[in-house]
């Protein structure tokens, strides 16, 4: 299988599912299975490659003029995504064979899920920013398909819609940065990018594409103001909220600050920017998990949590942060893909998510127990998980802040490790309250809807595959330290880096701190009612739901008003504002860039029968415009067009008086035709005198504008005329001695040729309406 073949192939197979549902009818998900399956193989043997230092490539030209090229690179950082999207890809596909009802509209659920795992896999092998950016945006269109699967649900409409308005105004704004990059730089490759990073701080632009960027990247991944899509996207079935609330989706913003570290990345800005608001979603994302209810939005909150750590790590920038990061960015996939199939087991197996209800589960649910057991404990940082491992690595790179490179901060350093111990002991004690309350406090619940029972083996396969790999690599990191973690620390450094993780770290602050939190965590959960109650009488942060909630209806109601005042129904309201648009804009850019230069020291006498002659254009406009009768004006308007056509002849330009001629002569042949169906001629009595005002002001400054342009034209030549070139080659290349005609049927053949025909199909067009109007008239007198 081809490097592009691995991009492309879930949009073939997508293509294909609703042939394939036909021929495989519900066993559609074990087929679509295959896929993912296959790519994970192939991402298998690129191991040695990548683990090496070469990176494997695809180029191809797409529109090189403006450097938009499908090139493709996978290097360690793409890799390690590439292993999640395809992995967890493969556990969620299976284990919603299991999930979902075969009453379920299975083909668009695979077709949804197959469009987004190419996005996926786009956006993080993509070496080209614009086919990134495309890729990106599909994420944001097939995950809004997938959360409001259930449309029939008006939760699931409203998440879905909140998830794509959102996530699609960051892209807009990355865009815009993106674009300033290639102001900047020149080009839209990646490495080419990272390899000018000097010449992009050292710019003017550097704040401004950071922001935009970082607007894209956090909106993307939920972090704070933008964090509240995520508990609203929870409405989707639980195998999509596996798949793009724990690995995928929301990692897209991670792997984008990952990706531009190396041309934004190093500066305080940068620094204060990501690791503050990577901060505050963790302490904001554990601090509201502790007050929710529902298992899967305990869960969303927690990921925004666990995304802000991963966040943080990464914006300090130092290598061990980094690699701390990008360890806990894997672990997390472990431990949360597997919590959320064991919410969806037991919300399947029991009928309700709501932990009020739910208790001692342990005894009727062994397996689903020693999940949500074994995930919990690895998010809450417990030893011997890995999430221990990548926790410990966060406290070290908080408590170790002041480093070389971020000496300014000195003053505050403490408040790093204070928020990080902070945020961690609530995590401790959601993750704890998770399991225990669920599986172990009391009897067996008697109040979910359903009796509970341990799930299918299809069911908990998954969940168990997951969840073994945090105790895998928590007993064994080497498995992956060298391997995945090591590639992935240095595509982001561009630097050589040795990785080497471990459980034993001797007597230091950051095991200290681990204690503290399991302690400390262990007396809140014992307290947890009290510690509800007392988080319950703190004031309520200021929501960004409450401002979505009235921008969105605020927007549509003043699109809507806008709308009512612009579609009148009237052709010349819709004029006005065109000749408005047009007198703002181009009479604006005058202004503004000091256009208006006229010179009158080339212009020709101007004869006595050419004034003449203007009197008469003008007469004969007016005359459109005043005269009441319609007949009138058709003939005024007709000499306007006859002493054009005359000027042609003065001006020694037959072609274009014959064309003129006859343009003419049709235009009043149709009128006069069409004289019996025209509307009813407005009287002077017909149009307000408000209206009429209008119109002549808006006449006049169009006439001002024209005329502004013309000699402002006139007055500045910037190039040689063009006429030069065709009076010296008509006779050259083209065989005339007419210019004029040279040009139409030589130097602009194809152009008259499609001109001839628009005119030929009008002609037609004409002819036919003329001979259905005599048809019918025959007919309605044979009638009579």
């Known amino acids: 299988m081809s490097f592009l073949a691995v991009v492309l192939s879930p949009f073939i197979l997508a293509m294909l599912v609703p042939l394939l549902r036909k021929a495989a009818g519900n066993k559609i998900g074990w087929v679509v299975s295959l896929l993912p399956l296959t790519l994970f193989i192939w991402l298998v043997k690129q191991l040695p490659t990548v683990m090496s230092g070469e990176p494997v490539t695809v180029f191809y ?24 999207i395809t992995g967890i890809g493969f556990a969620v596909i299976v284990y919603s064979i299991y999930y979902l009802s075969t009453k379920e509209n299975l083909t668009n659920f695979y077709v949804f899920i197959l469009l987004f795992m190419g996005a996926m896999l786009g956006v993080v092998m993509s070496n080209n920013l614009i086919l990134m950016y495309i890729f990106w945006e599909l994420t944001s269109f097939s995950s809004f398909l997938l959360i409001g699967f259930w449309y029939h649900k ?39 990018i990272i390899a000018q ?24 991944s939920a972090q704070i103001p933008f964090h509240i899509w995520l508990p609203d996207a929870m409405e989707a079935p639980t195998p999509i909220s596996c798949y793009l609330h724990s690995a995928t989706m929301v990692k897209a913003g991670i792997y984008l600050i990952a990706r531009m570290t190396g041309a934004l990345g190093g500066t305080e800005f940068w620094f204060l920017t990501v690791s503050s608001i990577g901060l505050g979603s963790l302490m904001l994302g554990s601090y509201l998990a502790l007050k929710q209810k529902d298992l899967k939005a305990i869960l969303a909150f927690s990921t925004i949590s666990q995304l802000g750590l991963i966040i943080t790590l990464i914006g300090y920038g130092t290598p061990g942060a980094i690699m701390g990061g990008i360890f806990h960015l894997f672990n997390h996939s472990a431990f949360k893909g597997s919590l959320f199939l064991m919410v969806g087991i037991v919300d399947h197996e029991t009928g309700t998510r709501d932990i009020s209800k739910l208790r001692g589960l342990a005894k009727v649910m062994p397996y689903t127990a020693a999940i949500a057991v074994i995930g919990s404990l690895a998010m809450a940082g417990v030893p011997p998980f890995n999430g221990f491992l990548s926790k410990e690595l966060f406290f070290t790179a908080s408590v170790e802040a002041v480093t070389a490179n971020l000496a300014f901060i000195h003053p505050y350093a403490w408040l790093f490790p204070l928020i990080a111990l902070c945020a961690s002991i609530f995590t401790f004690v959601y993750s704890v309250s998770i399991f225990h309350k669920v599986f172990f406090s009391g009897e ?20 168990l595959l997951l969840v073994s790999i945090n105790v895998i690599i928590g007993l064994f990191p080497g498995l992956v330290a060298k391997s995945i973690i090591e590639p992935a620390v240095v595509a982001i450094t561009g630097a050589p880096f040795y990785v080497k993780i471990y459980h034993w770290h001797g007597l230091n602050l950051p095991l200290a701190m681990s204690l503290v939190v399991i302690i400390v965590g262990l007396v809140l959960y014992y307290r947890l009612d009290q510690l509800k109650a007392a988080l319950a009488r703190v004031p309520g942060t200021p929501s960004s739901n409450r401002f979505y909630d009235w921008a969105v209806p605020a927007v549509l109601n003043g699109a809507l008003r806008i709308t009512n005042i612009q579609m009148t129904g009237f052709l010349r309201d819709y004029n006005l504002f065109i000749i408005l648009y047009t007198l703002l804009v181009v009479g604006g850019t005058i202004f503004m860039k000091d256009a208006l230069i006229i010179s009158t020291a080339d212009l020709a006498e101007v004869a006595f029968f050419e004034v003449v002659m203007a009197l008469i254009l003008v007469a004969g406009a007016l005359g459109v415009v005043f005269l009441k009768s319609r007949l009138a004006a058709i003939v005024s308007l007709g000499v306007v067009g006859y002493t054009v056509a005359l000027l042609f002849v003065i001006f020694r330009a037959p072609d274009l008086a014959l064309t003129q001629l006859l343009v003419e002569t049709v235009t009043l042949a149709l009128f006069l035709l069409a004289f019996s169906r025209l509307p009813k001629f407005l009287s002077e009595h017909d149009t307000p005198a408000r209206v009429k005002g209008i119109n002549v002001v808006a006449a006049l400054l169009t006439g001002a504008l024209a005329t502004t342009l013309t000699l402002i034209g006139h007055s500045n030549k910037y190039f040689e005329p063009i006429s030069h070139y065709f009076i010296e080659n008509t006779k050259k290349l083209g065989g005339g001695t007419n210019a004029v005609n040279v040009i139409l049927v030589d130097f602009r053949g194809l152009d008259t040729l499609g001109e001839i025909a628009v005119l030929g199909i009008a002609g037609l067009g004409v002819y ?8 019918k008239g025959g007919k309605a007198h044979e009638n009579e």
């Open 444 to 463: 067996v619940t008697k109040e979910t809807p359903k009796h509970p029972h341990e799930a299918p083996v299809g069911l908990l396969l998954p969940g």
């Open 197 to 220: 990073a000097a010449l992009i701080k050292e710019s003017g632009f550097y704040i401004p594409i950071t922001i935009l960027v970082l607007l894209g990247a956090f909106s993307k």
């Open 768 to 775: 036919a309406m003329i001979k259905l109007a005599i048809r």
């Open 154 to 192: 008006e939760r699931s409409r409203y998440g879905a819609q909140k998830s794509m308005l959102i996530t699609v105004i960051g892209g807009f704004s990355m865009l815009a940065g993106i674009v300033m990059l290639w102001v900047l730089t020149g080009t839209f490759e990646v490495r080419e």
């Open 61 to 84: 030209n797409w529109v090189p003029s403006i450097g938009v090229n499908f090139s493709l690179y996978l290097d360690g950082l793409s890799l390690l995504f590439g292993f999640l």
